[in-house]
Nanobody, 115 residues
Framework: QVQLVESGGGLVQSGGSLRLSCAVS??????????MMWYRQTPGKSREMVAV???????NYANSVKGRFTISRNNTRNTVDLQMNSLKPEDTAVYYC???????WGQGTQVTVSA
């Protein structure tokens, strides 16, 4: 059984920053061995991949956030974070943590960027 819990969302002005965190409840050995991802979703649209981090720390980003967002992980605390800088109104969405190996999603956290 696995549980993912996101935190850190909120309301921020355009140009501001937020840091999202995802806490994963599972054994250490399982978490550290697999990629983790962040997705986002706006009303009426399908979920969009934002960032991925592999077990070795390699990262990849959607073109829309490249250079502004940074994904990181802590294999001791079983967390994966998303640092979001230079936020834009179009970044407004519900952000989800996702563990592909377990097909497990968090409950989501709302990020709202005002113009």
């Amino acid at each position: 059984q696995v549980q993912l819990v996101e935190s850190g969302g909120g309301l921020v002005q355009s140009g501001g920053s937020l840091r999202l965190s995802c806490a994963v409840s599972v054994s250490d050995s399982d978490f550290r061995n697999y990629p983790m991802m962040w997705y986002r979703q706006t009303p009426g649209k399908s979920r969009e991949m934002v960032a991925v981090i592999t077990s070795t720390g390699s990262t990849n980003y959607a073109n829309s956030v490249k250079g502004r967002f940074t994904i990181s992980r802590n294999n001791t605390r079983n967390t994966v974070d998303l640092q979001m800088n230079s936020l834009k109104p179009e970044d407004t969405a519900v952000y989800y943590c996702y563990w592909p190996q377990r097909s497990a999603w968090g409950q989501g956290t709302q990020v709202t960027v005002s113009a």
